[in-house]
């Protein structure tokens, strides 16, 4: 049987600072042995390389998150530049554009994106994307380089998501696609190849149905991933191994 995976997680954040070792034995009942811890924060990543148990296999990123962008001086960009060169950091992110919550920085917001993605495509390196309120400002900076990468917790059209996969991204989904609203994901997961789609929890938030309300967590991607089942038609034994595959050749493992 093939494994679920959990393309993008915060379990180094201090939400599950208590129960840890429980979440983790969790996911390996559910089958969820694969997973990317994501730090937006260099303390965050380097707790995070404690994270481990015998049955999971982790990789990790690093990315300086477009919410935090006015607190980042050279002298740390240079502290994030030189751990991205490291090899436990697999991919860089979270990065990204964010006009949900900050739109008076705006400039401020693409030039440490854009510097990131110049950084990953001289390291070769994946880019994890985040944009929230901001899909046209994100596009065409990506556009601007050679990166390979995913658009985290995708959430705007199925119009933009053909777009991203012709530039060489991969499409991830949230527990938003099982949401009784949920209309674009739908659209979304019908619009991109197989081969490009991915599935994450972004825990602890966007818990998926039946848990919405609770904290988020890895196990819960099966949730995720059975509803894409079901909407598409799909074996499961199938999907797992597809994104088995997706998740292997965009992360390079
Ligand atoms: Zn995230």
Redesign the pocket.
């Known amino acids: 049987m093939m494994n679920w995976l959990d393309s993008?997680?915060?379990i180094n954040d201090e939400a599950f600072r208590d129960d840890l070792d429980q979440v983790l034995d969790r996911m390996v009942e559910n089958d969820v042995k694969k997973a990317m811890i994501?730090s937006?924060y260099i303390e965050d990543f380097e707790s995070g390389l404690n994270i481990s148990h015998p049955e999971i296999e982790f990789k990790r990123s690093l990315g300086i998150y477009p919410g935090d962008v006015n607190d980042v001086d050279e002298a740390l960009f240079e502290r994030y530049a030189s751990l991205y060169e490291d090899d436990r950091c697999q991919a860089i992110g979270?990065i990204g554009l964010d006009y949900h919550w900050d739109k008076d920085n705006k400039e401020r917001q693409k030039e440490i994106f854009e510097r990131q993605l110049k950084i990953a495509e001289r390291l070769g390196k994946p880019v994890?994307i985040?944009s929230r309120d901001a899909i046209q400002d994100t596009y065409d900076l990506m556009k601007k380089y050679k990166n390979e990468g995913v658009m985290?917790?995708y959430s705007d059209s199925a119009e933009m998501a053909v777009e991203f996969v012709k530039l060489g991204y991969y499409i991830s989904i949230s527990g938003t696609v099982t949401w009784k609203n949920a209309k674009e994901p739908l659209r979304v997961i019908r619009s991109v190849p197989l081969e490009r789609l991915l599935i994450e929890t972004?825990c602890p938030?966007l818990t998926p149905s039946p848990n919405r309300g609770k904290r988020n967590e890895p196990s819960y991607v099966v949730y995720t991933g059975r509803k894409i089942c079901e909407e598409l038609g799909l074996n499961e034994e199938d999907f797992r191994k597809q994104l088995n595959e997706n998740y292997h050749r965009l992360f390079r493992l």
Request: hydrophobic fraction near 15%; aromatic fraction near 8%; include cysteine.
């Open positions: 993008h997680c915060h994501i937006s979270e994890i985040h985290h917790c972004d938030y």
